[in-house]
């Protein structure tokens, strides 16, 4: 019974290249949200996805970043041009319902920017 | 937009003391306060939950205590042991939206041997 699945689990890049964080969910799991956390810092909400759907994105940036959920393959969080202030951990969570259910969170993904 | 302040930010206790953490928030579109608990580098881990029909829940060593009136609630941690040290996190929906939620700042628990 597999949990949330992220990867990579480490990403390094340097300044303007981009990156690409993936996020399976749990088996059964429809909805997909997207968390930040900056160091030392609480989750700041990105995004909510469902299969095919974007329903929320009012926490990510306007510029830049770009997520999709598509009917097949993993949650895909993109972030172009990255920037020193992009390092952070990026976690994935899933439910099966609403946030009336439990959202599960995969072990992240940490973003170096060099 | 909904805000979620917890407190402390840190906390060290003896072991077999009581943690309490507490957490205050606006308006949210339902009653659904859960806790996470998160240890350094994984992702954080549903601790415990409350819904609108108890003003109480205890699980184990862990009660989330709910006052709906003064909008807060906290985690009682009890007989703290050097195994729970972590860091916490309530969370409390959005208050227009149930498809987020939104997280205090956490609390960076430490229980000496």
């Known amino acids: 019974n597999a949990g949330v699945m992220q990867n990579p689990r480490h990403l390094v890049r340097r300044r303007g290249q981009e990156a690409r964080l993936r996020c399976s969910p749990m088996?059964?799991?429809?909805?997909v949200y997207w968390y930040r956390q900056l160091p030392e810092e609480g989750l700041k909400f990105m995004v909510y996805l469902q299969k095919e759907n974007i329903i929320d994105e009012s926490g990510m940036p306007k510029e830049r970043f770009s997520a999709e959920f598509p009917k097949e393959g993993p949650s895909i969080l993109r972030i172009q041009q990255v920037v020193r202030g992009d390092s952070a951990a990026y976690f994935c969570a899933s439910s099966p319902g609403l946030a009336t259910e439990t959202q599960y969170f995969g072990p992240g993904t940490r973003l170096l920017v060099l | 937009q909904q805000q979620v302040k917890q407190s402390p930010q840190s906390l060290i206790v003896q072991k077999g003391g009581i943690s309490i953490i507490n957490c205050a928030y606006e308006?949210?579109?339902?009653?659904?306060f859960p806790w996470y608990q998160q240890f350094p580098g994984k992702g954080p881990a549903l601790l415990i939950a409350?819904?609108?029909?108890?003003s109480e829940k205890k699980e184990g060593r862990f009660t989330i205590s709910f006052n709906k009136s003064a909008k807060q609630f906290s985690l009682h941690i009890m007989d703290s042991q050097p195994g729970d040290s972590a860091t916490y996190f309530c969370a409390a929906p959005s208050r227009t939206s149930g498809s987020r939620l939104t997280f205090g700042e956490g609390t960076q628990l430490t229980v000496n041997p």
């Open positions: 308006n949210t579109a339902f009653d659904y």
């Open positions: 088996k059964g799991h429809s909805h």
């Open positions: 409350i819904r609108p029909d108890v």
